[in-house]
């Protein structure tokens, strides 16, 4: 029963069904299986194998793109039940997806589970220019500055920005933390950031430790 409900979970955001995807994500809710694990075993596996259909050619980019829609569709039903009610702010966090790159399902989990335990979160969103990622830390004061990258061309990005940062002062004001697929502990520790994580729970981890929460 719980894996079938997991299946049609899979199998709607594998398919691009986007108008099924929500309801399959609710029917799973109903039966009173838990929303991490919808999150985990059911969408971020399904997005898993698109992944990998693309790799061997089997999906094009419109698939890709069609699988992260019914993700999105399915988060917006998931999203309610993940976030945990806090009533203080526990740090304040700046996050966006790194210059040329537009994935931005990842970012938005992170951001989903920092709120949840408490932070005040900017998304500046996908592709973003590190130059935005200063103004935004001069205009929010922010703990700490969350860097995502998907791609492995994008990834020299993170440095570009922790440069940025370096060279309009900031960066001994903030905490660094990087994120996403390619990104590893050794890469974060190469452009000298402070903390990598590799999933959405992790950065809320690192998050907390870095505040010494
Ligand atoms: C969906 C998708 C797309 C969608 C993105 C839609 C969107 N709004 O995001 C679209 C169709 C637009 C797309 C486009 C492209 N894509 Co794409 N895409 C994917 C796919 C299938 C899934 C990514 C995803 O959403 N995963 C699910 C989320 C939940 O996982 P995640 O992003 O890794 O995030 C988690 C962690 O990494 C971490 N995390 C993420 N960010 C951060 C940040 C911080 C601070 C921290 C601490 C943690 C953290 O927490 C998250 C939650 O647990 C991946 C395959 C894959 N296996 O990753 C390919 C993939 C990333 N894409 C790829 C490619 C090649 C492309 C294109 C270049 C294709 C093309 N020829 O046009 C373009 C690039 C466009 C651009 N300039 O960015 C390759 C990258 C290869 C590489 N090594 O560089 C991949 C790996 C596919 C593959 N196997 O070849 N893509």
């Known amino acids: ?29 109903d039966a009173g299986l838990g929303p991490e694990k919808i999150l985990n075993e059911g969408m971020i596996a399904a997005m898993g194998s698109v992944g990998e259909l693309y790799e061997c050619g089997d999906y094009y980019v419109a698939e890709m793109f069609t699988s992260a829609k019914a993700l999105q569709a399915a988060l917006g039903v998931l999203r309610p039940h993940l976030l945990q009610e806090e009533v203080r702010a526990v740090g304040t966090v700046v996050i966006g997806t790194v210059k040329g790159d537009m994935h931005d399902i990842g970012k938005n989990l992170v951001t989903m589970m920092l709120e949840g335990a408490g932070f005040k979160v900017y998304d500046l969103g996908p592709d973003v220019h590190p130059s935005r990622f200063v103004d935004a830390v001069v205009e929010h004061k922010p703990d700490i500055v969350a860097l995502s990258a998907l791609l ?11 440069d940025a940062l370096t ?47």
């Open 167 to 213: 060279a309009a002062g900031l960066r001994s004001k903030v905490k660094v933390i990087v994120g996403g697929a390619p990104v590893n502990d050794e890469y974060a520790e190469h452009i000298h950031a402070d903390g990598y994580a590799s999933d959405a729970s992790q950065a809320v981890a690192l998050a907390k430790a870095l505040m010494n929460l």
């Open 152 to 162: 492995t061309t994008t990834m020299p990005s993170m440095q570009t920005t922790i």
């Open 1 to 29: 029963m719980e894996e079938a409900l997991l299946d049609d979970i899979f199998a709607a955001i594998l398919d691009g069904d986007i108008p099924a995807a929500p309801g399959k994500v609710q029917a799973a809710l």
